[in-house]
């Protein structure tokens, strides 16, 4: 079963100067040979989505007018990324859209559509007359019918092109049966692909084409299952590459066997570009050896669905997943989500995650705060502060009721995905004019006092301790370092938490100097004293490489400050990633400045936070890790 789509009449007036005009830009590129030649092209298609539909439109903007495509799947909201669709598509037939598509372009096209896919039956009439053929048909779907395509393409002497859309490397398989008849060029056989033997059926791959970046990846969904991740510039530069292939088959030309690209390496220094590629044989032999386990097994994992036992309501999900990425100290993320309705979450202190051994009792509750300001960020909603008493077991700081994602909730993610702790050098360029207005209306409006100052102010006003203020900051760091190395000790922690040196912040030889430092082999004199100045020389180092230091004061004595403290940083810190900042809040982050003195820290002019701003010049350095969700949310009745 099969549709036609047609343009207006091909006879009308004005048809043949508006086909002319259509492509006239394309003269001098291409000659007015190659332009007749696709004009004259009759193109089978099958399989609409990343792969094959993304030479439909450059073929139809090239000039192609005859298209048959084939593919039984319609379009969801997982292809917005990549495929050629927009969201009024969203269950419409692949086919079909694309059918549209071209139809919208060229409007004297002819396009015949499959919308049951290609069969064993329809197979031979979408060939009949075909020039070329572009296979884009997944062979865990649809593997025999995959091969009898290549089978009597053969035959019939059509070429057959392949594609694939590996991370950033799109590459681009030529079979041309005018000059090889053998079916996949004889490195595929019938019986690997009846038998749906997946590796077997695939070898003509090969083992050279992979980019290094996207192997791991391919690992770990052979070993453990899921969906494979596809970008839209890999797909559009498969739709490139396929459809200038396709035109140099038309013209009888000879095209090397695999076309392809890596365009993460295009992109790097040359330097960076090498060590990509040098890395590629050591992560082939990663992935073939998994290969090789999972086929003795029989297959790789079922798809990981990521459903909790508990399905929380889709928007209340999304504001929590936001909160989980909140910045905490040592990223300890001592917080619980209390599911209380499908529109509120009690907002709790996990005092689990939080380590005994901190000096400061209420050092959690800023990191509740900084929580609270990423729901607050999300969303409209309601706060409602809780007054109970800290011994109560059942204690929760408040109640935020969700009213509605705000409009822009999308750009707020991203923002809040981009945020992190920014530890390298910054531009020493001060904030602009803007952008400090904007914090300090931010601040004013939450009765925070706000302090700028540059580095060097900064430096000679946090780094001036005595020996005996270092000894003591020290042998706190000592012990919190002891606990974040036990917490690294299982693979939960770190996976949930990350690595300590992720944690430190440090580098390099000054790293390891460090990490190594910290051991109880280590005479405690040597590491007080060594680990002291090597912490302290790259404080002074940051503070000096950044544009300007906030410092925010006001009342910090009870929980109730804190977490006010808390969100103020995190809205303050989200507004600096929008106007393109990076950000790195150096009180109590561990590594950072350490612990302000008592002077800093009572009163209703206390100091909340030192903020080092700046002009980030390369990339934060590590990820920090997260917990699952599921370990940070509990349901209340």
């Not at 040196?501 to 082999?521: F, K, N, T, Y």
Request: aromatic share 6%; hydrophobic share 40%; net charge positive.
């Amino acid at each position: 079963m099969h549709s036609n789509f047609r343009g207006p009449d091909p006879l009308a007036a004005g048809t043949a100067s508006f086909g002319a005009e259509a492509v006239s830009r394309n003269l001098d590129i291409l000659t007015e040979r190659e332009q007749a030649v696709l004009r004259a092209a009759t193109v089978l298609v099958a399989g609409c989505g990343s792969v094959g539909g993304a030479v439909v439109e450059p073929l139809a903007r090239m000039g192609v007018t005859r298209f048959r495509l084939a593919d039984p799947d319609s379009f969801d909201v997982s292809n917005l990324n990549r495929q050629a669709c927009v969201v009024a598509d969203v269950g419409l037939p692949k086919p079909e859209v694309l059918a549209r598509r071209v139809v919208a372009i060229s409007p004297t096209a002819e396009v015949r559509t499959y919308p049951d896919g290609l069969t064993l039956e329809n197979l031979d009439e979408a060939l009949d007359g075909a020039h070329v053929a572009f296979d884009a048909i997944d062979p865990a779907m649809s593997a025999w019918v995959k091969y009898q395509l290549h089978e009597r393409a053969a035959r019939r002497g059509i070429p057959v092109v392949a594609g694939v859309d590996w991370g950033g490397k799109p590459a681009v398989f030529v079979f041309d049966y005018r000059r090889n008849p053998l079916p996949f060029h004889g490195k595929a056989t019938a019986e690997a692909h009846r038998d749906n033997r997946l590796w077997d059926s695939v070898r003509w791959f090969g083992r050279t084409h992979f980019p290094s970046d996207y192997l791991p990846v391919m690992s770990d969904r052979l070993a453990n299952g899921g969906t494979w991740p596809q970008i839209s510039y890999c797909v559009m530069g498969l739709g490139a590459l396929g459809s200038r292939v396709v035109l140099n088959l038309l013209m009888n030309r000879r095209v090397k066997p695999v076309v392809t690209v890596d365009l993460h390496a295009a992109a790097m220094p040359r330097a960076a570009a090498l060590a990509h590629r040098v890395r590629m044989p050591l992560e082939l032999a990663r992935t073939l050896w998994t290969i090789r386990q999972v086929t003795r097994k029989g297959g790789s994992r079922p798809v990981r669905s990521g459903q909790r036992e508990r399905e929380l309501p889709p928007e209340l999900a999304a504001v929590l997943d936001g909160a989980r990425l909140a910045p905490s100290t040592y990223n300890s993320q001592p917080w619980r989500f209390e599911i209380v309705d499908h529109h509120t979450v009690r907002l709790a202190r996990n005092g689990e995650r939080w380590p005994a051994v901190h000096p400061d009792e209420l050092g959690w509750a800023e990191n509740l705060g900084c929580a609270l300001g990423a729901l607050s960020y999300l969303s409209h909603g309601e706060w409602e502060a809780h007054d109970g008493a800290l011994t109560d077991q059942s204690w929760f700081a408040g109640r935020f009721r969700l009213d509605r994602l705000r409009d822009d909730f999308l750009t707020r993610q991203g923002v809040l995905g981009a945020r992190s702790t920014h530890r390298g050098d910054m531009l020493p360029t001060p904030i602009d004019c803007t952008t400090l207005k904007q914090v300090e209306k931010l601040c004013g409006d939450r009765n925070v006092e706000l302090e700028t100052m540059s580095g060097s102010q900064a430096r000679s006003r946090f780094l001036g301790r005595t020996e005996r203020d270092r000894s003591t900051l020290i042998g706190h760091e000592d012990e919190l370092w002891a606990w974040v190395r036990k917490r690294a000790d299982t693979e939960f922690g770190l996976s949930s938490f990350g690595t300590p040196h992720d944690l430190l912040g440090i580098s390099g030889v000054a790293g390891r100097l460090a990490s190594a430092l910290v051991g109880a082999a280590t005479p405690d004199v040597v590491r007080r004293r060594v680990l002291a100045g090597v912490v302290e020389h790259r404080r002074a180092r940051q503070l000096r490489n950044c544009g300007a230091v906030l410092v925010l004061r006001g009342p910090r004595q009870s929980a109730a400050d804190r977490i006010n403290a808390g969100e103020t940083l995190m809205r303050l810190w989200l507004a600096l990633v929008e106007q393109g900042y990076a950000a790195q809040p150096l009180l109590g982050e561990f590594g950072g400045l350490g612990i302000p003195s008592a002077k800093d820290t009572s009163g209703d002019n206390a100091v909340l936070a030192v903020l080092r701003v700046g002009k980030g010049t390369r990339p934060p350095t590590t990820r920090v890790a997260r917990c699952p969700m599921a370990t940070s949310v509990k349901w209340v009745e």
